[in-house]
């Protein structure tokens, strides 16, 4: 009987990384050993940075509320507090945009809630 020299599922999972791994560079796509390391570390690199991305986004839309909170003369936490206090529900993500594309509405916003903000 003749021995099974794993011919066809050894290239089939070999071409299962190599698709995986299309579009990597320095050899990636013919040394399999390599390329499966590359693979993992990627999917490490992904998993973590799909958190990652949320936190940036968290702190631009931050960003953004506070230039615009300063261009009306209220600091940002002022302006979060007094959102807080009138019970106003978006988030920092709708309010930024708004700040962006709607600056005379974002100027009314905070028109409503300036008299709620803590003073010092």
């Keep these: 009987m003749p021995r099974a020299k794993r011919g066809f599922k050894l290239r089939r999972r070999h071409n299962k990384i190599r698709n995986q791994a299309e579009g990597m560079k320095l050899g990636l796509g013919s040394q399999i050993r390599r390329t499966s390391e590359a693979l993992d570390r990627a999917g490490v690199y992904a998993y973590r940075d799909r958190k990652v991305k949320k936190r940036d986004f968290r702190g631009l839309w931050i960003t953004r509320l506070?230039?615009?909170?300063?261009?009306?003369?209220?600091?940002?936490?002022?302006?979060?507090?007094?959102?807080k206090k009138a019970n106003i529900?978006?988030?920092?993500?709708?309010?930024?945009?708004?700040?962006?594309?709607?600056p005379k509405g974002f100027e009314a916003i905070v028109g409503k809630v300036r008299s709620l903000a803590p003073t010092t």
């Design 89 to 102: 529900l978006l988030n920092r993500k709708v309010l930024s945009d708004i700040a962006i594309s709607d």
């Design 66 to 83: 506070s230039a615009a909170a300063y261009s009306h003369d209220i600091s940002y936490s002022r302006l979060i507090s007094a959102f």
